[in-house]
Structure formats: structure tokens, C-alpha cells
């Protein structure tokens, strides 16, 4: 019985936050009161139905649907569910169920009036499908015969091929091709077509066919096989590999609720129901990243379909993939070596052990328990142990670029293995040998280990001397990794101008030889590529930052070798641009510490004075103008997240420049930043997010963010809204939302929807004067949405709040806040009630009235005649203060200056007050007077 009674509480509790536009809450609140209930009763329905309405709310349609269901079992014909569930459907443009439930409801009642229109608007709709489909059926008969016609001419199979493309994107015509023998045909077709283009796009079609459909995929799978989908991928043409990528995608992301979105989530309920097939798919992943037959491209994307699905906890592939021998297997794809060709060597591309180092890392990130990460070394030490069992110069060679691929990678697994002993003696021995290819990968793995201070004068002590001798070598791909492994040595002072490893003007001179190698003609991307990560060491100092930003050939030579997408180029070509940049993350000096410290005769990291502000801004503009960003978006496609913080850095340091908002724009910036800002570190995110607001404060949004993507920049907008946030990223956020928030009510409806009201309406309480005077602009603009109206006209006190903020000493923020004021009385009668609820409200409207600005005083003559427009009740408050002779006083000025419109307002608002008898017209107080 008490249970009830809390459950009821619950409800009525859920209905005020519902009213009031909580949806969140009230979401939370029906929850709590269902798991009080007894399940098949009526009480409980009511709480299904209600936290249905709150999904709607939301446009969580498919929880919406969901909880109508359960309320339907109970209650079969109860009208607002069957209601609410009509609405679930057609969002979910699944109008045939949806006009079945609007019909049911007019069969109950037959007077119900809401149901009248969505029935008739549903019936056009289903009628106009109808006829739809028998085009659609005939169209498909017709592309099919020409499509799998092998007699027919290429361009009208390809043409066929396209259009049997867009049908598979469209619900209707998915649904009937799938019913239809197309899924034979294009298994047969493909085991004999010689046409690229027919080819990729028959995969296509596959993918569209399993697109947001468990029904369609499970049909799919039966038809095709999953080996067959694994043949496909196997191949050396980079669209058809992409499109078997994306169609393997589409299928998990069917199995388990998921979209093709950066912000997407696996659902629970889908996942369970699926398991089987997605542990089958995770299974012949694994089983087939180290198949010594595919191509290179194959096992590039094989490894990166496992690694974009490893971190979702809901699929536990990462433990699983542990458990199956995963770990071991992409270790021999990070061992594997170009150089070595025999029968069962695995083809690999230049990404391919930096894709599998990544994947590591991701695997490695989601141990979370030490027990799990002690299993994950155990696997990567036993395969290193095997693999010097055998004591052939081989197994040595691999170990070592083993170990290079894991610092690259788990950097932490990477330095516990080379800290072990013997290890880096092996590498060291290996170095100073006569063998090429020892002298190389060694050196590789070299570079690698001296990644923190201690280790790096460790191998100066023991291997500056070696790096030396090997620089003297005459193969080009040894002697451009001896130099970048002295220019890593060279650099292990960081920032700090005081500390110089070499003597002064080493760091130039290495400098100028990495150049040489970035330009000579006829070098391979192998020998660029490494002399690009000699320049990320030695451009954290600030001599050859000012060297290299004036070298144009460099720069340009550093953009098109990011435009080739190998992922091994994208540590040196983004670092050196983040330190040209200077966005990496710098240390907070506390002045008390820093005197602390020179008490203390601690070392002090000195910045140097090429590093100040107005260097920073002149390299930055360069890099802008140098198509920079064409660089950036090339290099965005990767899986690590560390090295999409970096990208993010970048863009946000160009993002900084006014000037150069507009052609990271136009070079493709804002479409590559959205991923970045939703997906990746916590500080990457952020950056992403700060450029993504830093864009859309100075330009168009519809411009800077076309389409669909306007709603998409919504959340890591509101992202940035968080007290770890600094005020300066709140501030842009807030800035960026306003223009959004005027763009569409759809626009507003998104920033409701991701709980950006409260968090708007928090920031209107902030001392500081910019984010409260951004965050008040944001809400005026807000209040053009029905949905924020009624939020103003809820119990609370967002009305007074509005009252006062006219009352500001900023003007700015006065005038949104009185702006705000004028809409919101323009539309709602309570609110014009609530306006008297404030103490200050006669002196806010005196202020409005007054005020020697014709753009506030607009504001308030609008409120005024809103108020008197309002009820006659409302009205008579305010002819009870002399706001009355205020008006008549305006209404008599002489409209010219720009008065025109608040002379014109003032009369109507008089004429207003006449019409509801409060006051009496002129003539009818002289007969009074009589």
C-alpha cells in the first residue's frame, strides 16, 4: 500500500515536471513510479502512458512506442495510448500502423475531433504509398532485367545499377526488394561482373538494404552468407573495399540499434536478442585480420571495424576479442614487415601496423579492471617471449617492430616491454650492426622508446653515438630515421628554451636536413613521412618554428603529403602543425608557486621570446593561407583518439583568427570538426567544440553548417555548457547557440531536446556580464519556440527573473532581456498575468517607457500593449499606475526621428485599454463632464 502511495507521488510529481518542460525528469520520475507498481494493472498503465508522452517529448520514439504497448496490453483500447502511439509511428514514418491506430481510435469514438485531421492527413499518406509502391514495384522489375542483362551496354546497366541504388535508400523500396529475387541475383552477379562501378554499387545497395532494418539484415545475412561479405572485402580497389566496409557497419549497427553517427549508441534490448550473430560477426573479424590471402586494404578494414565498435561496453567486444585470441593476432598484423616476401607472408599497406597499434591502444583503453589488463599483458608477453625462442635474426626484426608498433600504441604496455632486461640492449646491438634492415627497424623502435625524458638520456648516454654512425649511411631509409632519432634527442627539452640537449644551433641544422628530405624530388612518402616526424621534434623549438612557417615549399610539401590519408604520415605532419601552432596543452604557471620554486633553486622552464602571442597569431595566419585545412580534414579520418585531440587542437588554433573562420569553412573544416567534437579525448572534444562555436559566432550558421548539420553542431555546443568548461568556451557556446536558436524551430525544438534549456537558463544567473548577457540573447531567441512559452508559463519564477534582467546595468542584456519580455507577453496571455507577480515590474515598464533608447523604448511600448491586449483584468492593473499617461504622451509625439512605429504602438495600446472600458475615449469623457 505505501508503495502505491509513493508511486502516486512519483506520478504527480512527473506531470508537474512534464507541464513545466522537464522531460528529462518527468521521464525519471514515471520510471520510479513504475517500479513501485504491480505490473497488469491499471495504475500502471497510466504511468506507461504518461512516460510515453514525456518519450514523445523527447522524440524518443521507439521508448514511446514501447511504453504505449505495455499500456495496450493492459488497457487494449485505452485512446491516449493508441493515440500516442499513432504519433510514435508516424515519426517513425511507419504511417500504415499509425493510420491502423488513428482508425481504431475513431471506431471507439467517433466524436473525438483531435483524431479528424491526423486520420485524413494519414489516409492521403497511405493512399499516396500505395501508388507509390505499384511505381516503385514496377520500377524495380524494370532496373532489374536491365541491371543483371550482361548484354546489355555498360551505361545502361550503370545507370540501372544507380537507380536500383537510390530505391534501396527509399523504406518502400527496401522493403519490396528485399521480398523480391534481388539478393540471388547480385550473389550471382558479382562472382562474374568485370564492371568497378556496377560492382561497388550492387555492395551498396546491400549496405542501404540492411540500413535501421533487424528484419532486412536478418534476411540479408540468411541470403548472402557472412563469408561472403568477407570475400567481397578482399580486394585491391579502395571504393569496393570502402563500400564492403560500410555495408559490414550497417549490418552491426542493425544488430544493435546503432546509427552511422560519431554520437551513436548500441541499445541494450537489441544487442541481447542479437547476440549470437554479433559475436559470429566479432569472431570472423578476429579470425580474419591476420588471413594470410586478403589484400592489404582488406585487413586495413577489417582491423578498423573492430576498432570503431571496441569501446561500446554494451557489445563487450573487447573482452571478448581478448579471450579469442584477438590480441595475438593483431600483434602479428603490428610485426609484419614489407621487406619480408615469402609464401606466407600477409600483404599489409603503410597504415596497417599503425591501424593495428591503434586498435591495440582501443582494446588496451577499455581493460578497465586490473585483472583484465594483467590478462591483456600476458597475451602481448607471451607473444613476444615465443618470438625470441627462436633465436634467427627474424624473430628479433619482428619483436622490435612489435615493440615500435606498441609505444606508437598502449604506450603503456609498450614502455613496461622495453623496460625489461635485455631489451633495449637487443635494440641497441641490433642498431650497431651492418644489416640494413636491423639498422632500420631499430632504429624505429629507438625513436620510439624515447618518448619520456628519462628514457631519452638514457639512449643519448648509451646510442647518441650509433645514430651517428648510422646517419652516415648511404641507404636514404636509414640515414632519415638515424636523423629523427637524433632530432627526438634533441628536442627532449620541450619548450623550455633553457634546456639544449645538443649544442646551440644543432636543433637548425637538423632542421635544414629534415627539409632537404621533406623536398628532394624523387623521394618516396616513406623517407617524407619521417622527415615530417623529425620536424614534430624539432619544432617545439621556437627558432625553427620561425624558420619553417617562412619556408612555403615545407608547408605545402607537409599539406599534400597529409592528402595521401596514410595514417603512418599523421603523428609528424599534425604535430608539427599543433607546435607550429602552439596548441599544445601548456602547464598553469601560479605566480606563489613559480616564487616557491625560486626559493627552492628548482630548475624554471623558460618560454621563448619567438613564442610570444604576436608570433603565435603570424604563424597561425600562414598556416590558414596555406590550404592547411584540406591537411586536417585528409588526416580527421583516423580511429586515435589522441591524434584527433591534436587535429582538434589545430582547428581550433585557426578557428581563433576571424579572418580564417571562412576558409576552414570552405575547405571542408565544420564537416570534419562535428565527428571530432562528439567523439575522442575529453580535451579533444572540447577543442573541436570551441572551434565548431568559434565558427558559428562569426558566420552564417546555415552557411558554416548546411542542412542537417545545423542540428548536429546542437550537443558539443551544449557540451561546452559545463562548469569544467573555462568562460571563455561558455561564453562562444552561448554566443554560437543564439544564432542557432534563430535559425528554425526545428533548431530550437533540437536544443530543448538535449536538456539545453536548463542549461541556458543557468548561465542567465552568472555574474560574469559576457555569459549573462550571451546566455539572456540565447533565451530571447529561445522564446520564439511555443515549447519555451509554455516553460515561461509554468509555476515558477522565470517570469520575474525576465523582469528584472531589463533592469540590468549592461545594456545588451537589457535589451534581449526586454526583447524577451515583448515576445513573450506577444503570445501568451499568462505570462502578461505573471509580468505583475515581479515587484519591480511598474519600475522595469518606467524604464522601458523612458528610456532615451528607441529600440528599448519599442520594447516597452510592445509590452505595454500586450499587457492591456491581454484580459481586461490584466489591463486594469496597469491603468491603475500612471504607465497610462506615459503612453498618451508618446502617442502624442511627433512621429519622425525613428518614432514613428513606438507613436503607433502606443495609440493601439490605448486604443486597447478603450476597447475592454478601463478608460473612457475622449469624447465620451466630456459628456461625462456635462
Known sequence: MESEIQAEAFKEEGNTAFKNGNWDEAVNLYSKAISLSKEDTRIISVYYKNRAA???????????????????????????????????????????????????????????????????????????????????????????????????????????????????????????????????????????????????????????????????????????????????????????????????QSIINAFSGMENRPDTKPKQELIESNKKQIDTLLTCLVYSINNRVISGLARDALIELIMRNIHYDQLCWAKELVDIGGVERLMECASELEEYKYESAMNITPSTRTIAAVCLARVYENMYYDTLREKFMGKIENFIKEKLLTPDVESKVRVTVALTSLLRGPLEVGNALIGKEGI??????????????????????????????????????????????????????IRIRALVGLCKLGSSGGTDASLKPFAEGSSLKLAEACRRFLLHPGKDTDIRKWAAEGLSYLTLDAEVKEKLIEDSAALQALVELAKTEDQSVLFGVITTL?????????????????????????????????????????????????????????????????????????????????????????????????????????????????????????????????GQRSLEVIRPLLNSLHQDCSGLENFEALMALCNIAQLSETARMRIIKEGGFSKIEHYMFEDHEYICRAAVQCMCNMTQSEEVVKMFEGENDRMKLTVSLCLDEDKDTSMAAAGMLA????????????????????????????????????????????????????????????????????????????????????????????????????????????
Not at 635494440?427 to 631519452?456: F, G, H, R, Y
Not at 638520456?457 to 631509409?477: A, E, M, P, R, V
Not at 589545430?650 to 564537416?671: D, I, M, P, T, Y
Request: net charge neutral; charged share 30%; with cysteine.
Open 54 to 248: 514525456a518519450y514523445l517529448k523527447q522524440e524518443n520514439y521507439e521508448a514511446a512506442l514501447q511504453d504505449c504497448n505495455a499500456c495496450l496490453q493492459i488497457v487494449p483500447t485505452d485512446p491516449k495510448a493508441l493515440f500516442r502511439r499513432c504519433q510514435a509511428l508516424e515519426a517513425q514514418k511507419r504511417y500504415e500502423e499509425a493510420y491502423k491506430d488513428a482508425t481504431q481510435i475513431f471506431k471507439d469514438d467517433p466524436t473525438n475531433k483531435p483524431i479528424q485531421p491526423i486520420l485524413e492527413r494519414l489516409y492521403k499518406i497511405v493512399q499516396e504509398r500505395a501508388k507509390q509502391n505499384e511505381k516503385t514495384s514496377t520500377k524495380l522489375e524494370s532496373m532489374t532485367k536491365i541491371a543483371f542483362d550482361l548484354k546489355e551496354t555498360t551505361e545502361k546497366r550503370e545507370t540501372a545499377m544507380n537507380n536500383l541504388l537510390v530505391l534501396a535508400r527509399q523504406h518502400a523500396g527496401a522493403e519490396l526488394m528485399v521480398k523480391s529475387p534481388i539478393l540471388q541475383e547480385i550473389k550471382k552477379l558479382l562472382k562474374v561482373e568485370k564492371n568497378k562501378v556496377i560492382f561497388t554499387s550492387a555492395v551498396r545497395i546491400i549496405g542501404e538494404l540492411c540500413k535501421h532494418s533487424e528484419t532486412r539484415t536478418k534476411k540479408v545475412i540468411e541470403t548472402m552468407g557472412v563469408p561472403w561479405f568477407l570475400e567481397i572485402l578482399d580486394s585491391e580497389d579502395v571504393k569496393q573495399v570502402s563500400a564492403a566496409e560500410h555495408c559490414m
Open 424 to 477: 633495449m640492449e637487443m635494440i641497441l646491438v641490433m642498431a650497431n650492426t651492418e644489416d640494413e634492415l636491423q639498422q632500420k627497424v631499430a632504429c624505429e623502435c629507438i625513436i620510439a622508446a624515447a618518448s619520456k625524458a628519462d628514457k631519452a638520456k638514457t639512449i643519448i648516454n648509451q646510442g647518441i653515438n650509433i645514430l651517428k654512425h648510422l646517419y652516415k649511411s648511404k641507404n636514404d631509409h
Open 578 to 706: 599543433v607546435n607550429l601552432c602552439n596548441a599544445y596543452e601548456k602547464q598553469e604557471v601560479i605566480p606563489e608557486m613559480l616564487e616557491l620554486a625560486k626559493f627552492a633553486k628548482q630548475h624554471i622552464p623558460e618560454e621563448h621570446e619567438l613564442d610570444d602571442p604576436d608570433f603565435v597569431t603570424k604563424r597561425i595566419l600562414v598556416l590558414g593561407r596555406s590550404n592547411v585545412t584540406t591537411a586536417l580534414v585528409a588526416l580527421s579520418k583516423t580511429e586515435s583518439n589522441n591524434s584527433k585531440e591534436l587535429i582538434a587542437r589545430v582547428f581550433n588554433a585557426l578557428c581563433s583568427e576571424h579572418e580564417l573562420r571562412g576558409v576552414v569553412v570552405a575547405q571542408g573544416g565544420s564537416k570534419a570538426l562535428l565527428p571530432l567534437a562528439l567523439n575522442g579525448t575529453d580535451k579533444g572534444k572540447r577543442q573541436a567544440a570551441q572551434a565548431l562555436a568559434r565558427i558559428g559566432i562569426t558566420m552564417n550558421p546555415e552557411i558554416a553548417f548546411p
Open 823 to 930: 515576445i513573450l507577453t506577444g503570445v501568451s496571455k499568462k505570462c502578461c498575468e505573471k509580468i505583475f507577480d515581479s515587484k519591480n515590474w511598474l519600475e522595469t515598464l518606467h524604464c522601458l517607457l523612458a528610456n532615451p533608447v528607441l529600440s528599448m523604448q519599442y520594447r516597452g511600448v510592445c509590452v505595454a500593449y500586450n499587457i492591456l491586449s491581454a484580459s481586461k483584468t490584466v489591463a486594469e492593473k496597469l491603468v491603475e499606475t500612471d504607465v497610462l499617461e506615459i503612453l498618451m504622451a508618446l502617442s502624442k509625439l511627433p512621429p519622425y526621428d525613428g518614432r514613428e512605429k513606438i507613436v503607433e504602438i502606443a495609440a493601439q495600446a490605448l486604443q486597447e485599454a478603450e476597447k475592454w472600458g478601463v478608460i473612457k475615449k475622449p469624447g465620451e469623457e466630456d459628456d461625462d463632464e456635462e
